[in-house]
């Protein structure tokens, strides 16, 4: 598939993934869900990967919501059907076995702020505003966000930004535990990149273990201790445990990835 609203760039094991429409402050349309959801199946060899980083082209988002332009068009089943694909992307998103960072460089509302929460781990530079603004237009948050933004700021902070639609800062996401780094616009993508950097020196299979084993608490369909369990067994059985057990009694630094 031709990328016309995505830049991907793949660089020593770690791809950025730009959403790129600055005009629109990289509102999500029809086009980038389509695009987000190729890249997060057949455009990208993961297995190649040590990490993803998502952010926003221009200096003012990260991205502002889904594309309000396209609503006009959407009955009921348009819009259970637009909701549900953006569902799926995202569930590709959180559910990626190797890490995937949103680096928010300004505005993160609406759709833009649930494809955020659907990467493992947020950081932010110091002009970020986050937001779910969709009350506002007579709606709710399509993407997940009712979901997720409990489960990152717990029921009382959720139901009020999601009722008021109100903005929060950096400052404020990160005492929310929306975001666990704030920086510099400049530091951002380098603070991003020394993550996936850091978590690209342990065993990549735990790592994997470690996303799916924890995003199995949020999924009730499945016991998340029963999983644990059972990934630890096979991690214990595993080449890297051997690696990484080996090097801690030859006082040495484990080699994970030949
Ligand atoms: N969709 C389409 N265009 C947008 C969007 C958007 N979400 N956000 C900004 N733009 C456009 C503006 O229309 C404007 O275009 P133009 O230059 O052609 O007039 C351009 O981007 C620049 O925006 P502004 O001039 O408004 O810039 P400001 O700095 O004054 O304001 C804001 C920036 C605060 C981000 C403002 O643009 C804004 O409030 N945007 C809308 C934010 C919003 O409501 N987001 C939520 C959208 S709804 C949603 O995300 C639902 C997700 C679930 C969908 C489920 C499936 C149906």
Redesign the pocket.
């Known amino acids: 598939m031709e990328l016309k609203t995505l830049l991907l760039e793949i660089k020593e094991g770690i791809a950025t993934i730009t959403i790129n429409r600055p005009?629109?402050?990289n509102?999500?349309n029809d086009r980038v869900m389509e695009e987000v959801g190729y890249v997060f199946s057949e455009g990208m060899d993961l297995s190649q990967l040590k990490g993803i980083i998502i952010t926003g082209a221009g200096e003012?988002?990260f991205i502002?919501?889904?594309?309000?332009?396209e609503?006009t068009a959407?009955d009921v089943k348009g819009?259970y059907d637009?909701?549900a694909f953006?569902h799926k992307v995202f569930d590709r998103i959180e559910n990626c076995p190797v890490p995937v960072i949103a680096a928010i460089n300004g505005?993160s509302?609406?759709?833009?702020n649930?494809l955020a929460m659907a990467c493992h781990i947020r950081i932010c530079s110091d002009n970020a505003r986050f937001g779910?603004?969709?009350v506002?237009?007579g709606?709710i948050?399509?993407?997940g966000?009712t979901q997720r933004m409990v489960q990152y700021l717990g029921k009382g902070r959720a139901m009020e930004l999601l009722l008021t639609g109100d903005m929060i800062d950096a400052v404020k996401a990160l005492e929310y535990g929306l975001v666990t780094h704030v920086t510099s616009s400049e530091e951002l993508m380098p603070v991003a990149t020394k993550l996936i950097s850091k978590i690209a020196s342990k065993g990549p299979k735990a790592v994997a273990g470690i996303i799916k084993t924890v995003n199995a608490y949020f999924d009730n369909t499945t016991n998340g201790f029963v999983k644990e369990m059972n990934f630890f067994g096979e991690a214990m059985g595993g080449d890297e445990s051997k690696e990484g057990v080996a090097a801690f009694l030859e006082k040495r630094k484990p080699e994970f990835r030949k």
């Open positions: 005009k629109a402050m509102a999500i003012k988002a502002a919501g889904a594309d309000i332009t609503f959407l819009g637009k909701s953006g505005y509302l609406g759709g833009g649930e779910q603004p969709e506002n237009l709606l948050p399509g993407f966000g």
